[in-house]
């Protein structure tokens, strides 16, 4: 099979990210990059064996697919450029700058029959994917996103360039549309807010509870998942999952090792007696960067539905944008 050409848009912090791995995919032809600064562009270029095209033109004349890592404020105009050239687009989240233009994307790409697919790089999280074999229903949501404070990515807020993530996540799991919205934040250190609090209410009556900080001494990455039936306890910086469900006695775990949780005990009332089991489903030992490049090829060959959607991504961006005017209005 013909390896896809793929090159890069962008070599910022993300973008040297991308170029260093799709250098290391033997099934990816790795066409180029191209960056506004066309000295760090043929740096990188060189460091990868790969080339730096002069504009964008060049580089879409030579590309299957292109990755844009450029800032968010270009996402829409490249991405609409090369979709309307016939080239699958990988997106690095938020998709655009606005909701408007994320919709726009989305029918360019229908008319032209082309992957979009978006950089919600935290859905390849070996934390979370080691959740597929359990029945997930969460009821309540608590995340916690804080992050020392970088001086990249300001150019949006911290709901569109931190808090998206579990925006995103909260929607794959939950699978009910949002019908409120409340939210808080304060701007510190920029233009925009660098600390924000939502609280999400779902049709189904679940809730959603997510803080994001981009000035915190100490980083944090965790989501907690309340159901009827189980707790599960998400650590994406460590790739974690700890798992506490609600099982009749003698049921079958998922053969994960699961050990009663003596210490908050059995449930005897009731017809049927029920055990506490804690386990700790194992996660693989991946890049999740490299994974979503993996995906990405496997959804351009027809292999594999697009594992995030131009639609995915613009959903957690109009929500975004919701939680943003809050705060802002706060």
């Known amino acids: 099979m013909k390896k896809i050409a793929i090159a890069i848009i962008g070599t910022g912090h993300l ?11 033997h099934d990816i032809h790795f066409a180029g990059i191209y960056d506004t600064d066309l000295e760090r562009a043929q740096t990188i270029a060189q460091s990868h064996g790969t080339h730096a095209f002069q504009n964008t033109d060049e580089l879409l004349d030579n590309a299957d697919a292109i ?27 938020p998709i655009t700058t606005t909701f408007a233009e994320a919709e726009e994307i989305i029918l360019a790409a229908q008319d032209n029959n082309v992957v979009v ?19 997930i229903n969460p009821m309540f949501i608590e995340a916690h996103r804080l992050a ?27 699978k009910s549309p949002i019908v409120s919205v409340e939210a808080s934040g304060v701007a510190v250190l920029t233009e925009t807010a660098d600390i924000a609090n939502a609280r999400l209410k779902f049709m189904n009556g ?57 210490m908050l005990g059995s449930i005897e009332s ?12 194992p996660t693989e030992n991946v890049n999740a960067i490299a994974e979503e490049h993996k995906s990405f090829v496997q959804a351009i060959n027809g292999d594999r539905h697009i594992a995030v959607t131009a639609t995915d991504a613009a959903e957690a961006l109009r929500i975004a944008e919701v939680i943003a005017a809050n705060v802002y209005k706060a």
């Open 270 to 281: 009731g017809t049927v007696q029920r055990d506490i089991i804690f386990e700790q489903p």
């Open 67 to 93: 990755i844009i890592a450029a800032p968010t404020s270009v996402h829409h105009p490249l991405a609409m450029k090369a979709i309307n050239a016939q080239k699958h687009c990988f997106i690095e989240k």
């Open 148 to 174: 020392q404070f970088k001086p990249r990515a300001t150019d949006v807020s911290v709901v569109h360039d931190l808090m998206i993530h579990d925006i995103d996540i909260a929607l794959s799991l939950v």
């Open 15 to 25: 973008g040297a990210i991308h170029a260093k791995l799709i250098a290391q995919n």
């Open 206 to 262: 679940c809730v959603a509870n997510i803080t994001a900080s981009r000035i915190s001494a100490q980083p944090m990455r965790k989501m907690r998942l309340f159901q009827k039936d189980g707790y599960f306890s998400i650590d994406f910086a460590k790739g974690s999952v700890d798992a506490y469900r609600i099982l009749d006695r003698g049921s079958k775990t998922n053969d994960f090792n699961g050990i009663p949780a003596t």
């Open 117 to 135: 697919q978006v950089g919600h790089v935290e859905r390849f999280n070996p934390a979370l994917t080691a959740l597929h074999p359990y029945h």
